[in-house]
């Protein structure tokens, strides 16, 4: 009975399409509140990941940043970010993004549950969303899909900013990832 469930584990993962990240027309960002009044946004501008989707439905997410691709169109900002104080660069140059359980909604949206990474923390998060398509890509003719995904974490669970107070960056940052996914 084990060796049958296992290969109906098996099947299905073999059976889900893995799709490539467009970087060009992707991004992985993220918002805090600054002052408690606005918003500072930014990005990574360096990513990768593994993408599976099966008759239309996620199956798989995995992915990587490299932290020092990080971008606020502010530099003085962004070399704070990279320091010790922060994100500590130097030392854990990457950040990772797993999807442990995706759950499809009634209403075309799903849920991602998903451990991240930061530094030597990793914690479990949840990301809501949407995979859209497919499309045919009218130049390529390849099948494509839009995934897009949101949620927010505690900097401070991940030891980032530890010393700064709520009144100057906001503890919850918004996380925001949008992916175009080709065949």
Do not use: C, W
Request: a positive charge; hydrophobic letters at 35%.
């Amino acid at each position: 009975m084990r060796f049958y469930t296992l290969s109906l584990i098996l099947a299905g993962l073999l059976s889900a399409t893995p799709y490539k990240i467009d970087t060009t027309h992707s991004s992985v960002g993220f918002s805090a509140t600054h002052l408690l009044v606005s918003k500072v946004n930014g990005d990574f501008s360096q990513f990768k990941g593994a993408v599976d989707i099966e008759k239309g439905q996620l199956k798989a997410l995995d992915g990587e940043i490299e932290i020092k691709s990080i971008d606020t169109k502010n530099a003085k900002r962004d070399k704070d970010l990279l320091s010790a104080n922060f994100f500590d660069a130097h030392e854990y140059p990457k950040g990772y993004l797993k999807a442990t359980k995706i759950s499809q909604k009634g209403d075309g949206g799903l849920q991602v549950k998903a451990m991240l990474k930061l530094k030597d923390t990793e914690k479990e998060i949840t990301l809501n969303g949407k995979l859209t398509g497919p499309i045919k890509h009218p130049m390529s003719g390849a099948e494509v899909y839009g995934l897009e995904l949101h949620g927010q974490v505690s900097r401070k669970a991940f030891k980032i900013g530890q010393s700064f107070p709520a009144k100057i960056v906001g503890e919850d940052i918004q996380i925001a990832i949008h992916l175009e996914l080709h065949r």
